[in-house]
C-alpha cells in the first residue's frame, strides 16, 4: 500500500462520495418529505462516516493486519451502540440525534482505523492509475444500484402498503437477525479475499478453490446453527428487545431473514471472489440482476397481503436466486468443491440446536423471558461444542491445545 496509491483513491472517494451527497439530498425530498431537512442531514452524516469508516477498515485488510482491523470493527460496533444509547438516556427521542450519535460512532472508529492503517503506509508513487481504479470500482458501483432491489425495496413497499410501523418492525427484526449471521461472515471474509486472491494469482485455480471450500466449510458450521437458533428463539429475542406494541410470527421472520443473509454472504464472500479473482467484476451484475428481479417481482405479489411476513419472503427469493446465479458463473470461471460431509453434520446439528432450544423455551415459559433465552441458548451451545467435538475430533484436540498454549502465556 503506497501513498500514491492512497492519495489517489482517496481522491476519487472524496469527488465520488460528494456527488453521492449531492444524490441523497435529492432523493430524500421523495423517500421521507414529510422531514425532509432531518433526512438528508442524517443520511449523508451517515454516507461521510461510513466513507471514512470504510476507507481506513480496507486499508488495514490489504495489509493484511487482521487483528487492527477486528479491534477497530469491535470499536465500531461498540460506539455505534454507546453513542445512540447515551442520547436516548439522555431523555431525547430525536430520530436526527439518534442517528447522529450512530454516525458519530462509526467516524470516530473511522478515523482510528485510518490513523493505525498509516503506520504501516509504504512511501512511493501510485501503484494504479486512476483509469485502472475506474475500471476496478464502477463495476462495483453499478452492483450496489442493480442489487438495491434485493436487500432494500421490501422497506419501500412496506411503506406504500401498510405504512411506516410495518417498516418498522420489518427493519428491527433484520437488524436483530442479520447482525449474529454477518458477525461470522466479516470475521470470515476479513482475511478470506485477500488470501484467495493471492493464492489465485500465485497458484491458480485450483489451489483458491480449495482454499474456499475451506471457508464453506465454516460458514456452514457456524452460520447454520445461528440461523437455526434466531429461528427456534426468534420470539422470545423479541419479547426481550423489542417494543410490546410489536407484533408478529417472530419464529418465521426471524428464521427466513437468517437464512436470506446466510445465502446473501456465500454469494458475497464464497462465489463472488471467484469473480473478483478472475477480474471480471461486471459478471456481478448479472447475478445481482437476477436477484433483485425476483425480490422485486414476489415483492409485488406477496407484500400487499401478507405484510412482514411477505417482505421476508421476497427477501428470500431474491438472496436464493441472487446466489444460485452467483453459483453457476463461479462454476464457469473456476468451481469451487461444496463440503458434503461438513454440511450434512452442520443441518444436523443446527436441526438438534434447534429443537432442543424451542423446547427448554417453552418448558420455561412462564419465567423471566432473560434467564429463558439464557438457558435455552446454552443447551443449544453445549449440543453445537458436543456434536462438532464428536464429528470433528483432530480440529477439537488441535483447537484445545492452541487454547492451553494461550492460558499458559497468559499466566
Not at 430524500?28 to 431537512?37: C, K, L, T
Not at 438438534?352 to 412462564?366: C, N, P, Q, R, Y
Not at 439464557?374 to 484436540?397: D, E, M, W
Request: glycine share 8%; proline share 4%.
Amino acid at each position: 500500500m503506497t501513498s500514491g496509491s492512497l492519495s489517489r483513491s482517496g481522491l476519487i472517494l472524496l469527488v465520488t462520495t460528494l456527488l453521492t451527497l449531492v444524490v441523497a439530498v435529492i432523493a430524500s425530498g421523495y423517500v421521507a418529505p414529510e422531514r425532509w431537512r432531518d433526512f438528508s442531514i442524517a443520511v449523508c452524516a451517515y454516507l461521510a462516516a461510513g466513507t471514512v469508516a470504510r476507507y481506513g477498515l480496507v486499508i488495514l485488510q490489504m495489509q493484511q493486519r487482521h487483528k487492527t482491523y477486528a479491534m477497530m470493527e469491535g470499536l465500531r460496533a461498540l460506539l455505534q451502540l454507546v453513542f445512540p444509547i447515551s442520547i436516548m438516556l439522555m431523555k431525547s427521542d430525536s430520530f436526527l440525534a439518534i442517528s447522529l450519535a450512530s454516525s458519530l460512532g462509526m467516524l470516530t472508529a473511522g478515523l482510528a482505523a485510518g490513523f493505525a492503517a498509516a503506520t504501516k503506509v509504504v512511501p512511493g508513487p501510485a501503484r494504479f492509475t486512476h483509469r485502472e481504479f475506474f475500471y476496478l470500482g464502477i463495476p462495483i458501483v453499478a452492483v450496489a444500484l442493480v442489487g438495491f432491489g434485493l436487500a432494500n425495496m421490501e422497506r419501500v413497499f412496506l411503506k406504500f402498503y401498510h405504512g411506516a410501523s410495518a417498516v418498522a418492525l420489518f427493519a428491527a427484526v433484520y437488524a436483530l437477525a442479520r447482525q449474529p449471521v454477518d458477525f461470522v461472515a466479516n470475521a470470515l471474509n476479513m482475511g478470506a479475499f485477500p488470501e484467495i486472491v493471492g493464492r489465485f494469482d500465485e497458484d491458480g485455480g485450483p489451489a483458491a478453490a480449495a482454499l474456499l471450500t475451506q471457508f464453506l466449510a465454516l460458514i456452514f458450521t457456524f452460520s447454520l446453527p445461528i440461523a437455526a437458533l434466531l429461528a427456534a428463539l426468534g420470539h422470545d429475542i423479541a419479547e426481550l428487545l423489542l417494543p410490546k406494541s410489536y407484533d408478529g410470527p417472530f419464529n418465521l421472520l426471524f428464521g427466513v431473514i437468517a437464512g436470506s443473509v446466510v445465502c446473501i454472504n456465500l454469494a458475497d464472500i464464497v462465489y463472488s471472489t471467484v469473480v473478483l479473482a478472475h477480474k471480471k467484476a461486471w459478471l456481478f451484475v448479472i447475478s445481482k440482476l437476477f436477484g433483485s428481479a425476483a425480490a422485486i417481482l414476489l415483492c409485488f405479489l406477496l407484500i400487499p397481503n401478507l405484510a412482514e411476513t411477505g417482505a421476508v419472503m421476497a427477501l428470500a427469493g431474491g438472496a436464493v436466486a441472487n446466489l444460485l446465479v452467483c453459483m453457476i458463473i463461479s462454476e464457469r470461471l473456476t468451481p469451487v468443491p461444496l463440503p458434503w460431509r461438513t454440511l450434512a453434520i452442520s443441518l444436523a446439528v443446527s436441526t438438534m440446536m434447534g429443537i432442543v432450544s424451542s423446547f427448554v423455551s417453552h418448558k420455561l415459559a412462564d419465567i423471566n423471558v432473560a434467564p429463558r433465552l439464557a438457558l435455552a441458548g446454552s443447551a443449544a451451545v453445549f449440543i453445537f461444542i458436543a456434536a462438532n467435538a464428536l464429528c470433528y475430533p483432530k480440529q477439537t484436540r488441535s483447537v484445545m491445545r492452541r487454547f492451553a498454549a494461550t492460558c499458559g502465556v497468559l499466566q
